[in-house]
């Protein structure tokens, strides 16, 4: 059951008050010669406090995905601090200010560590510098529909201790002074809420959470959205259509990772538009490689790309382009053809670690679920198999096949190899009859 949350309960802090307090936490860590502090934070606006304080502190920030215990001894091996909603409004709290100062310097250097989830394999630590940052910020400023000013309230529905939301949520708001949207608001109908409380709100959110917004909601009529941002995943052309019809307003999808940034952006279905500052190309396997001006080097991607002159076209994953036979087949595209089947609300599809055949995981919405109570699970696969056929080759439609109502995707929409391989040996009887 969803929590209730009250709007009206957590204020936008006053800017005065809020310059003081990110100068006294500023002033403790150098009085303290604190050198590297971890931060931990469910609410935008104190994250973005101590993280200000932080970098003008000149003080290594470290930002963990979570809290399970890996994590824990990650901070308590290289953090000297650790900052958190328990202890943030009493540290440097007695720090007298006397000359308030600006709190963004755009040329500084101080490094930010993001330690990435790992549910792909190991997981890796990405650092950026507050200079990188800023000038991603600004690069999408340029290129994004959005007007700047503070009447524009940013909500998100991604954590700020990610690089997606710390972008977004965080560096991109700063830009266009717009106000932060304090918490991280999981499901659509707390995003539509939080619309109706505002003078115009533009959304950053993810697939995920997308596909299950409800455009029927009659609550959708009364929120001022000016737009919505989406990353972390493919949303589905269907679903990008229908929101942008409901709307009226922008739906812009952006394309990058964690190790590069933002690498591209498109407000329709048509071909994908790198930013400006950057430049992109591809290797002898065709995957995509990018350089920009917020990152370090150039970062080589797994992504098979078709590059052209009024843009490029997403492949998928170099390990997603799979050899049945003698031909190669996107399992991507295999993901895209299903979901434009009214039964299917999500999928994945990857080849079974032991037959090397494609394996359909298919989580079913409410109607394709009742088909396959009454019809039985065969029938559903015949119908299925048929559709497919339509869009793909006889050797590239799956072999092995399972059926739920979720499929577990992380906060990143991914889904786990742990959970691949586990749903694969599992027995076939997924949905409850």
Request: proline fraction near 3%; aromatic fraction near 10%; charge should be neutral.
């Amino acid at each position: 059951m969803m929590k209730e949350i009250s709007f009206d309960l957590q204020p936008i802090w006053q800017t005065k008050t809020f310059q003081i307090r990110s100068q006294q936490i500023c002033q403790q860590l150098q009085q303290e010669k604190i050198q590297r502090v971890a931060l931990w934070f469910e609410d935008a606006l104190d994250f973005t406090c101590a993280l200000l304080a932080c970098l003008n502190a000149n003080v290594k920030v470290l930002l963990p995905p979570n809290l399970l215990a890996e994590n824990q001894q990650w901070i308590a091996q290289n953090a000297d601090l650790f900052l958190s909603a328990e202890n943030i409004h009493q540290y440097g709290i007695l720090q007298k200010i006397s000359n308030i100062i600006p709190l963004i310097d755009k040329q500084n250097q101080t490094e930010i560590c993001l330690k990435t989830s790992g549910s792909s394999g190991n997981a890796k630590i990405i650092t950026k510098t507050a200079q990188q940052m800023w000038a991603e910020a600004q690069t999408l400023s340029d290129s994004l529909p959005f007007k700047r000013g503070a009447d524009t309230l940013l909500l998100g529905s991604v954590s700020v201790q990610h690089l997606y939301g710390l972008t977004f949520r965080v560096f991109l708001a700063l830009e266009m002074g717009w106000q932060l949207g304090r918490e991280q608001l999981q499901y659509p109908e707390y995003l539509i809420s939080a619309s109706q409380h505002c003078s115009q709100a533009i959304w950053v959110s993810s697939p995920a959470l997308l596909t299950h917004l409800n455009l029927d909601n009659a609550d959708l009529t009364t929120a001022k959205i000016a737009g919505i941002i989406s990353s972390g995943g493919a949303l589905p052309e269907q679903v990008a259509e229908n929101i942008r019809h409901k709307i009226a307003k922008p739906v812009i999808e952006i394309y990058g990772s964690t190790e590069t940034g933002v690498i591209a952006f498109r407000d329709n279905c048509s071909l994908w538009q790198p930013f400006p500052n950057s430049t992109l190309g591809v290797n002898e396997q065709g995957a995509l490689w990018v350089k920009s001006s917020w990152i370090s080097k150039a970062e080589q991607t797994a992504d098979a790309v078709e590059l052209t002159d009024q843009g490029f076209k997403l492949l998928g994953r170099i390990d997603r382009i799979v050899k049945l036979g003698d031909k190669r087949v996107s399992l991507v595209k295999i993901e895209q053809d299903f979901l434009n089947h009214y039964w299917v609300k999500d999928c994945y599809i990857a080849l079974h670690p032991e037959q090397q055949r494609p394996v359909a995981w298919i989580a079913l919405n409410t109607k394709g679920i009742a088909e396959y109570k009454q019809q039985g699970r065969k029938a559903i696969i015949q119908h299925l198999r048929q559709f497919l056929s339509t869009y793909q080759e006889k050797f590239a439609l799956p072999r092995f096949w399972r059926f739920t109502d979720t499929l577990p995707r992380n906060s990143q929409s991914k889904i786990s190899r742990l959970d691949f391989e586990k749903i694969c040996y599992a027995n076939q009887d997924e949905i409850n009859e």
